[in-house]
């Protein structure tokens, strides 16, 4: 994304959470940790974030976190899903046929436990919990890989450690807040592709906008 799209996202984590007064410094190391993300993904990230009960702004790790996700179309139900496709494939194949999974990390599970060992297993629920844990580190693992595709090597997800803590209430540095409060004006002409991936939440974004002007 562009320098400006990474203002207009810094810009609605403001609006949306009055609470936090970041430093000028601080917003501009989350705008350069987010220009390398599409800027429709990142946005429809962090409308994301916005609608859950969080307390806190999301520290920028969290937000590359669940760009990524959002890219990978893979969501909370992404284990759910792939062991629904096991126990079908065990239903279909049996134990001596072993199928073929599209799923990347699927198929990476299923190499690591055994196939055999899958469908033979009479305690399900210990294989699917074990599944579960196998399936959860791949994903992050592919995470992690993607973020550090994007981030050119900066590794993002790295930042949030220790970033998710409020804020002392304080005044900013008092720098660009002009310019960003032409920026919130000008939020609701953001990328169109962002409601493709954050379903229906230009509601969302035009609120936040409201408040941040």
């Known amino acids: 994304m562009t320098e400006v799209e990474t203002k207009r996202i810094t810009t609605l984590l ?6 936090w007064k970041p430093s000028e410094a601080t917003l501009q190391l989350y705008e350069r940790m987010l220009l390398p993300l599409d800027a ?6 962090v409308l994301r974030i ?9 520290p920028v790790g969290s937000i590359c976190h669940e760009a990524v996700r959002l890219t990978l179309g893979q969501g909370d139900s992404g284990a759910e899903a792939a062991w629904a496709e096991v126990a079908a494939a065990i239903r279909s194949h049996g134990s001596y046929r072993i199928p073929r ?27 699917r919990a074990h599944f579960f844990r196998l399936y959860e580190a791949f994903h992050q693992s592919t995470i992690a890989r993607r973020l550090e595709e994007l981030s050119g090597g900066a ?11 409020p804020l ?6 008092k720098t660009s ?11 609701e002409g953001r990328d169109p592709g962002a409601d493709e991936y954050a379903g229906g939440g230009s509601g969302a974004a035009g609120r936040a906008a409201g408040r941040a002007a």
């Open 50 to 58: 916005i609608r859950s009960p969080r307390e806190f702004a999301p």
């Open 14 to 19: 403001v609006a949306a959470y009055p609470g």
């Open 177 to 187: 807040q002009t310019q960003r409060g032409s920026i919130a004006n000008g939020i």
């Open 168 to 173: 002392p209430i304080g005044g900013p540095e």
């Open 40 to 45: 429709g993904v990142a946005q429809a990230a």
């Open 155 to 165: 590794h993002c997800s790295e930042l949030a450690e220790g970033w998710a803590a």
């Open 101 to 127: 999974f599209a799923n990347q990390e699927l198929a990476r599970v299923v190499a690591a436990m055994d196939w055999k060992e899958l469908c033979r297993n009479p305690n399900v629920e210990a294989t």
